[in-house]
């Protein structure tokens, strides 16, 4: 089983609203990811957890906040977001760094 | 210059073509070459990954590493219109502990 499972799939939400992503991996791995993937652009890297403690944040604006509750669950927590901040968000998750798996992402747009 | 290069296309073929999609890159620290297929809205999924320089085959598909070129290839072989995607090339490291990406090759396979 190779799953990453994203919720929700689609995500509407105003300028000062605040929402959750969630995203969940069954399969042991040691790292886990968030993209950010705008129209025709390859996935930009936002933030790493190695073993449940951020290790990497791209400097990403504070109105994005990551958290992993345990190995296996990530979330990211967004406020007061702007239009521009409207894109695929992606989550990955990897034991080695051989091959990450990708969830299906959640489609957010900031109105 | 970009870490990994990567034509965007579009790359349009006729049913049944032999595919040859390319990256070259400039890191040397790069050791694992990762190849995703992206359909539209969807997450990407791993195809192949590759370690040395050579060949790695999986179906119709052919993962190429040339190390000393800096140069990596996907072929399809027979390719269908099912393998109409955008192709990602990715590589471990780099700048960061997450996967630097190529642009992205749009490909479409005309029936």
């Known amino acids: 089983d190779t799953e990453v499972t994203q919720t929700p799939k689609h995500l509407v939400m105003g300028m000062t609203n605040k929402k959750s992503l969630k995203c969940e991996q069954h399969?042991?791995?040691?790292?886990m990811y968030w993209y950010k993937q705008k129209a025709k652009k390859p996935p930009e890297l936002m933030f790493v957890y190695s073993y449940e403690k951020l290790s990497i944040n791209e400097s990403v604006p504070s109105r994005f906040s990551p958290e992993c509750p345990n190995s296996s669950l990530l979330n990211l927590h967004l406020h007061a977001l702007q239009p521009e901040d409207s894109a695929l968000y992606l989550c990955?998750?990897?034991?080695?760094?051989?091959?990450?798996?990708f969830g299906q992402g959640t489609r957010l747009t900031v109105v | 210059q970009k870490e990994v290069e990567q034509d965007p296309g579009p790359l349009s073929v006729p049913e049944g073509a032999i595919v040859s999609l390319n990256c070259t890159y400039s890191n040397s620290a790069f050791q694992y070459f990762m190849w995703y297929r992206q359909y539209s809205r969807k997450g990407p999924e791993l195809l192949m990954y590759t370690y040395s320089s050579g060949n790695k085959e999986d179906g119709r598909f052919t993962a190429q590493v040339d190390k000393s070129s800096k140069y990596i290839s996907l072929f399809i072989r027979d390719s269908q219109p099912s393998d109409s995607a955008t192709y990602l090339c990715?590589?471990?490291?780099?700048?960061?502990?997450?996967?630097?990406f190529g642009k992205g090759t749009h490909l479409i396979i005309q029936p």
């Open positions: 990715a590589m471990p490291g780099g700048g960061a502990d997450g996967l630097t």
């Open positions: 990955a998750s990897s034991q080695t760094l051989t091959e990450a798996f």
């Open positions: 399969m042991g791995h040691r790292a």
